[in-house]
């Protein structure tokens, strides 16, 4: 993953002082690492520790760890992490530093979700003998909610155990991204939801758990009925619209209400994906929209996108979206790639004009 996230440092940012390690990519600026949608983790600012004396290393660490947090504000909350690292396994930092890392062990006073505005204090060794400490803060992206570098879950990855009754294990890939997007059942609660390629039910699940009303449409059945499915259109999800006359709109939903979440996860080529999304956000259709694109279909018309490697491809894609959003300034977006997925990557996006308020659908 380094690799991948070295050559897109690289295309974006020719000038940007990137270096590849065993695991990790090492930047002297900032914004092109907290950009790159490969970036799992980021270790911020941080003030580094040399010993070869392991015991004077614990000491340096405590002593600086003691007073940095003794300066934080009053009530700060703050969450310790140990990043696994190629410099010293995560099991021998458990064995080696052990007492250490169990003195900063969370109070039971402190939640144990991260919220924005909290601090995060990682630990980090590129070296066995060379720790870094980094201390900041958790903050998400200003008007659309996502969850920006430093990401508040150990080494970035969002942990989830599976749940019994989801129609599909898709699910686990939207409650990811839920969770990156920080939108919640308070958000999301009778607010309208479009989901493109429904079946078998996945996406739709979680939607519903978290309190939206849902128009789906696919081919296919959903596997599953729930009240809050307003309508299922059995239809090409690549060529269906919004019913355009009063009567009908009404019938779904009010017709000054705009769509809140447009969602797809459909499986096809990225330029034909991207047409659809065109289609949707060029009228402003939605307040939000989570949009997957998938790396593994080919470019038969694109010589080049052919004979190029698999971060080569890769790279064009991104280019591709970046190259669509232009046409689309009121939105803004940001990409990622993350844990449950597969060979593909998802765009969250949101109108940068506050929608209006909407009401809520729900009896």
């Known amino acids: 993953m380094e690799a991948m996230v070295l050559t897109q440092l690289k295309h974006d940012y020719p000038e940007s002082n990137?270096?590849?390690?065993?695991?990790?990519?090492e930047s002297q600026s900032e914004t092109p690492i907290t950009i790159c949608p490969w970036a799992h983790q980021q270790i911020k600012h941080f003030t580094e520790f040399k010993s070869k004396d392991k015991a004077l290393l614990v000491s340096q660490l405590k002593a600086f760890l003691n007073t940095?947090?003794?300066?934080?504000?009053?009530?700060?909350?703050?969450?310790?992490?140990?990043?696994?690292?190629p410099g010293l396994?995560?099991?021998?930092?458990?064995?080696?530093?052990?007492?250490?890392?169990?003195?900063?062990?969370?109070?039971?006073?402190?939640?144990?979700?991260?919220?924005?505005?909290?601090?995060?204090?990682q630990l980090f060794f590129k070296a066995a003998h060379t720790a870094c400490v980094s201390i900041a803060d958790l903050k998400v992206e200003e008007g659309g909610g996502w969850w920006v570098l430093p990401f508040p879950w150990q080494s970035g990855f969002v942990s989830m155990a599976k749940e019994k009754g989801p129609p599909a294990q898709s699910y686990m890939k939207?409650?990811?991204?839920?969770?990156?997007?920080?939108?919640?059942?308070?958000?999301?609660?009778?607010?309208?939801?479009?989901?493109?390629?429904?079946?078998?039910?996945?996406?739709?699940?979680?939607?519903?758990?978290?309190?939206?009303?849902?128009?789906?449409?696919?081919?296919?059945?959903?596997?599953?009925?729930?009240?809050?499915?307003?309508?299922?259109?059995i239809s090409d999800a690549k060529e269906w619209v919004l019913p355009n006359d009063e009567k009908t709109k009404a019938h779904y939903y009010s017709p000054s209400t705009p769509v809140y979440l447009l969602s797809c996860d459909?499986?096809?080529?990225?330029?034909?994906?991207?047409?659809?999304?065109?289609?949707?956000?060029?009228t402003n259709t939605c307040a939000k929209?989570?949009?997957?694109?998938?790396?593994?279909?080919?470019?038969?018309?694109?010589?080049?996108?052919?004979?190029?490697?698999?971060?080569?491809?890769?790279i064009r894609v991104i280019s591709?979206?970046?190259?669509?959003?232009?046409d689309f300034p009121q939105y803004d977006y940001t990409l990622r790639v993350l844990h449950y997925h597969g060979?593909?990557?998802?765009?969250?996006?949101?109108?940068?004009?506050?929608?209006?308020?909407l009401e809520s659908l729900c009896a």
């Not at 308070?186 to 758990?209: I, N, R, Y």
């Not at 593909?344 to 004009?353: D, H």
Request: hydrophobic letters at 40%; one cysteine or more; a positive charge.
């Open 266 to 282: 459909l499986s096809m080529p990225p330029p034909i994906s991207l047409d659809l999304l065109s289609s949707w956000i060029k």
């Open 89 to 121: 396994p995560f099991q021998a930092t458990a064995s080696e530093f052990g007492k250490l890392l169990g003195f900063y062990k969370k109070p039971s006073k402190y939640p144990t979700v991260p919220k924005p505005g909290d601090v995060i204090i």
């Open 343 to 357: 060979d593909e990557i998802v765009m969250f996006g949101f109108l940068r004009t506050s929608p209006p308020k």
């Open 174 to 233: 939207l409650k990811e991204i839920l969770i990156r997007m920080n939108m919640d059942e308070k958000e999301l609660t009778g607010k309208l939801c479009v989901e493109l390629g429904a079946a078998p039910g996945g996406w739709s699940w979680v939607f519903l758990k978290n309190g939206c009303v849902m128009h789906t449409v696919d081919w296919a059945e959903l596997h599953f009925d729930h009240p809050n499915i307003l309508a299922h259109s």
């Open 18 to 25: 990137c270096s590849a390690k065993k695991g990790w990519v």
């Open 68 to 85: 940095s947090i003794r300066n934080l504000p009053p009530k700060t909350v703050w969450h310790f992490q140990t990043v696994p690292s």
């Open 289 to 314: 929209f989570i949009w997957t694109i998938k790396f593994a279909y080919t470019n038969k018309e694109d010589e080049h996108y052919q004979k190029s490697s698999q971060e080569g491809r890769r």
């Open 320 to 326: 591709l979206i970046h190259k669509t959003m232009e």
